[in-house]
């Protein structure tokens, strides 16, 4: 079942050159998908176009065979139930201000979703691996690892399809970053993941599929043992001669 089809999409700011030139893929449920690229390759672009930030210059996106329309509320609802994402900042990412309670709590309130709330932030949190007392604590009494729990506690309690996760271990240390990727694993069992990150490592310790990017065009894409086993383009080539893995 496709979740998302992006078909021959553009995007460019005001008169600048485009960030995007004809950019094609699907996102399928059950298969997590890495899109892969160096700073400027369009992998902030594209998360901003499937977010609902940006509209392409040309092309469409759908979900589920419908075309993305940002003034139809009710179907805006209905993507964004859908469709949640993880930062790659967990120190950013939250609001300082406030309990952990709330910060989960968001998209329960933001989708005006019935039910009882705290049932279902104790089941997030349970789901990440964070005990049921972190609910009435603030963010600066977490490590990194344990904020990034949060935020993704954040991302599944409306228990969305799609995750989109923007470079969602980046920032943290080697052996928090395996833990991380190590849940995520655990979570895509029954919410698909679209991973973007510059490190071909975690993509393939997460991912199915691949699609690397350079300068807003897609190089390459494929299962991502054959194209990490057999690099066809000289990017990629680049990429896995450089970027440093994941240990196994």
């Given amino acids: 079942m496709t979740l998302i089809s992006v078909d021959s999409v553009a995007f460019g700011y005001s008169r600048k050159e485009p960030v995007l030139h004809d950019v094609s893929f699907t996102v399928k449920k059950g298969v997590n998908l890495g899109l892969v690229g160096e700073s400027g390759s369009g992998k902030s672009t594209i998360l901003k176009l499937l977010l609902g930030l940006e509209r392409p210059s040309s092309g469409v996106i759908r ?148 699609i690397i990017l350079e300068k807003g065009r897609i190089v390459e894409a494929g299962r991502t043992e054959d194209i990490l086993a057999r690099p066809q383009h000289p990017y990629t080539r680049k990429l896995l001669a450089s970027v440093p893995r994941m240990p196994a």
Avoid: W
């Fill in 63 to 210: 979900f589920e065979g419908q075309p993305m329309n940002l003034n139809d509320r009710e179907f805006m609802r209905r993507y964004r139930r859908a469709v949640q994402a993880v930062f790659q900042d967990p120190y950013s990412s939250l609001d300082p201000r406030q309990k952990v309670e709330a910060i989960i709590a968001e998209p329960l309130r933001a989708l005006k979703i019935p039910g009882d709330h705290r049932a279902a932030i104790e089941q997030a949190l349970a789901d990440v691996g964070l005990p049921v007392d972190a609910i009435s604590r603030y963010p600066h009494e977490f490590s990194g690892g344990q904020r990034q729990r949060i935020a993704l506690a954040r991302a599944i309690v409306a228990r969305p399809q799609l995750v989109l996760a923007d470079e969602a271990v980046s920032a943290l240390d080697l052996s928090t970053r395996i833990r991380i990727v190590d849940l995520l694993k655990d979570l895509s069992k029954a919410i698909t993941i679209l991973l973007v990150s510059h490190d071909l490592g975690v993509v393939a310790a997460l991912c199915e599929e691949i």
